[in-house]
Nanobody, 122 residues
């Protein structure tokens, strides 16, 4: 059974940094892609980054480009978030799909974690 568990969320001030982790287990695909998504209250789920595990290619949404960095080490995927702002407040999710295609559409991801809350306020 595929499982994803996010951790690393918390309450921080504007300008601070956080690193989210996504621990993945139970999958058997040879090629896979992990995406990071977030959902703020009253808003749709937004794809913000993804990484192809086999070759390390990455994709970022314009809203976080230059501030967030996605990386992978073994079966863990990380999202380093710098220069956080109030508009980054949301529940952050990781998700996984088979294949190498980089895509930020949440509808094509098959398995999801339960999310971790990030709150940015002064």
């Amino acid at each position: 059974q595929v499982q994803l568990v996010e951790s690393g969320g918390g309450s921080v001030q504007p300008g601070d940094s956080l690193r989210l982790s996504c621990a993945i287990s139970g999958f058997t695909w040879a090629h896979w892609t992990v995406g990071w998504f977030r959902q703020a209250p009253g808003k749709e789920r937004e794809g913000i980054s993804c990484i192809s595990a086999n070759d390390g290619r990455t994709l970022y949404a314009d809203s976080i480009k230059g501030r967030f960095t996605v990386s992978r080490e073994n079966a863990k995927v990380y999202l380093q978030m710098d220069s956080l702002a109030s508009e980054d407040t949301a529940v952050y999710y990781c998700a996984i799909r088979p294949g190498r295609t980089l895509v930020l559409n949440h509808r094509v991801y098959e398995y999801w974690g339960r999310g971790t809350q990030v709150a940015v306020s002064s």
